[in-house]
T-cell receptor, first 115, second 109 residues
Framework: EPEVTQTPSHQVTQMGQEVILRCVPI?????FYWYRQILGQKVEFLVS????????KSEIFDDQFSVERPDGSNFTLKIRSTKLEDSAMYFC?????????????FGPGTRLTVL | RKEVEQDPGPFNVPEGATVAFNCTYS??????FFWYRQDCRKEPKLLMS???SGNEDGRFTAQLNRASQYISLLIRDSKLSDSATYLC??????????FGAGTTVTVRA
């Protein structure tokens, strides 16, 4: 069964450093997403991406964040200058919507720890 | 008011029992509804989509009540492996998922 993959599984970084989180969506999906989950809190939407551009982003997704699809398979999330409060699980998801239904499939996540 | 609200539980039930819980959503324009399950420190996994007429998938039954803006999930004949956090998820015309904080279910032997 096809699945979304993410690397690395765990990233530790110093405050102020740049990090790039990587995702390989399901191959025939055209919509891609990033979500985050701070420990003990709910999953929060960050950004959606379609046709090589951002289709929607949340208030969390400020100028420190960017996304890119550098080739035909990878989808990346970059945080330019990490803050302590960026520590969270970051989940990538992909989907191929059918009408109103958009079943999104999640990768295993990257645990980001900012020290 | 939160966009999606769930009873956090926990619901502690013996194997074989039936457990049911609800979720309410605030936006009457919401279009699509899902239940995901999340195991500790893992990714959300799609359990089932929720359709207007209600739907069943094996031991799981989901209902949607648009008038009262709530979604329910019922698990019959609970198994130990059903222990997880169940996430209620809602979308509008956009494709972003809005998650509830989850309902924790623990099935004991």
């Amino acid at each position: 069964e096809p699945e979304v993959t993410q690397t690395p599984s765990h990233q530790v970084t110093q405050m102020g450093q740049e990090v790039i989180l990587r995702c390989v969506p399901i191959s025939n999906h055209l919509y891609f997403y990033w979500y985050r989950q701070i420990l003990g809190q709910k999953v929060e939407f960050l950004v959606s991406f379609y046709n090589n551009e951002i289709s929607e982003k949340s208030e969390i997704f400020d100028d420190q964040f960017s996304v890119e699809r550098p080739d035909g398979s990878n989808f990346t999330l970059k945080i330019r200058s990490t803050k302590l409060e960026d520590s969270a699980m970051y989940f990538c998801a992909s989907s191929e919507p059918r009408g109103n239904y958009n079943e999104q499939f999640f990768g295993p996540g990257t645990r980001l720890t900012v020290l | 008011r939160k966009e999606v609200e769930q009873d956090p539980g926990p619901f502690n039930v013996p194997e074989g029992a039936t457990v049911a819980f609800n979720c309410t959503y605030s936006n009457s324009a919401s279009q699509s509804f899902f239940w995901y399950r999340q195991d500790c420190r893992k990714e959300p996994k799609l359990l089932m989509s929720v359709y207007s007429s209600g739907n069943e998938d094996g031991r799981f039954t989901a209902q949607l009540n648009r008038a009262s803006q709530y979604i329910s999930l019922l698990i019959r004949d609970s198994k130990l492996s059903d222990s997880a956090t169940y996430l209620c998820v809602v979308t509008n015309n956009d494709y972003k998922l809005s998650f509830g904080a989850g309902t924790t279910v623990t099935v004991r032997a």
